[in-house]
Nanobody
């Protein structure tokens, strides 16, 4: 009933920038929060950044000052601007949403993931 579609991943050199986008579609009634998690090879999936319906944000310590999360409510889209990228940022980035549909209460949804590789 809800799909999260990511875009914007790729290969970038250390110090470079990327912008990820995630659009939510379906029978959406309201969005509690949306954000990004990431999973490096052989590691667990960890929070990167979240933004709530009230625009409060939460960042992992490792990305504070480098990454910025934002959203466009009219488009049900969340963005992650990633600057000063380092090799440790290499991972699959997953869009996350806690979303209420017209027929269900709040459920957690995930995107399919987009690869971000930081390498020279």
């Amino acid at each position: 009933q809800v799909q999260l579609v990511e875009s914007g991943g790729g290969l970038v050199q250390p110090g470079g920038s990327l912008r990820l986008s995630c659009a939510a579609s379906g029978t959406i009634a309201s969005i509690y929060n949306m954000g990004w998690y990431r999973q490096a090879t052989g590691k667990q999936r960890d929070l990167v950044a979240l933004i709530s319906s009230g625009d409060s944000t939460n960042y992992a310590d490792s990305v504070k000052g480098r990454f910025t999360i934002s959203k466009d409510n009219a488009k049900n889209t969340v963005y992650l601007q990633m600057n000063s990228l380092i090799p440790d940022d290499t991972a699959v980035y997953y869009c996350y949403g806690q979303i209420r549909t017209v027929s269900l209460g709040y459920q957690i949804y995930w995107g399919q993931g987009t690869q971000v590789t930081v390498s020279s």
